[in-house]
């Protein structure tokens, strides 16, 4: 059983439309995660929930909206994107944070904009 | 602030040897230090990792040492095989408030010739 699954896995759309990637994690983790990783290979967390709420938002932009409908969910949505947006984007989740622990990642979705 | 540093950016080495990679953190609050790999088309995984209470952590033919006076520490791979090829990332968080937030670094691509 796949522990952090994303959809879709490839992702090429249009500057200007709206698109969505789903995660889902079978962990009963209670944390999740979005990172960034741009062609350097460059990994950057962009936001993080716990139990629902949102308790990391690094210095995105407000065209990045994240949802998370239980614990075991958090989707991304973008809207109006750009080139610069192009990129692999990995959700993951984790069960210990106060002390540091594991992150699960689930195998990205590289997101292209034409 | 809450950047690392990592070095080398590639690694070449022949089966049998060993590879070490370094990273340096500035925050002095970083208690929390995992090493993830990273092989191609899939998410990071975590291999080893350390807490500030402890110099060094051994796992089989991995080691990762921590000095934290000097704000380093480091990945021993001993042994390699043509499977370690991968890129590696070192990371910190300080745990706490911080909700698991990971700084990574730039990234180290380790080539195993066989």
């Known amino acids: 059983d796949t522990a952090v699954s994303q959809t879709p896995k490839y992702l090429v759309t249009q500057m200007g439309n709206d698109k969505s990637i789903k995660c889902e994690q079978n962990l009963g983790h209670d944390t999740m995660y979005w990172y960034k990783q741009d062609s350097k290979k460059f990994l950057k967390i962009m936001f993080s929930?716990?139990?629902?709420?949102?308790?990391i938002n690094e210095t995105v932009p407000n065209r990045f909206s994240p949802k998370s409908p239980d614990k075991a969910h958090l989707n991304l949505h973008i809207n109006s994107l750009e080139l610069g947006d192009s990129a692999v984007y990995f959700c993951a989740s984790s069960q210990e944070t106060a002390g540091g622990g594991e992150q699960y990642f689930g195998p990205g979705t590289r997101l292209t904009v034409t | 602030g809450e950047n690392v540093e990592q070095h080398p950016s590639t690694l070449s080495v022949q089966e049998g040897d060993s590879a070490v990679i370094k990273c340096t953190y500035s925050d002095s609050a970083s208690n929390y230090f995992p090493w993830y790999k990273q092989e191609l088309g899939k998410g990071p995984q975590l291999i080893i990792d350390i807490r500030s209470n402890v110099g060094e952590k051994k796992d089989q033919r991995i080691a990762v040492t921590l000095n934290k006076t000097a704000k380093h520490f480091s990945l021993h791979i001993t042994e390699t095989q043509p499977e370690d090829s991968a890129v590696y990332f070192c990371a910190r968080s300080t745990g706490g408030t911080s909700y698991g937030k990971l700084t990574f670094g730039q990234g180290t691509i380790l080539t195993v010739h066989p």
């Open positions: 929930y716990n139990n629902k709420e949102l308790i």
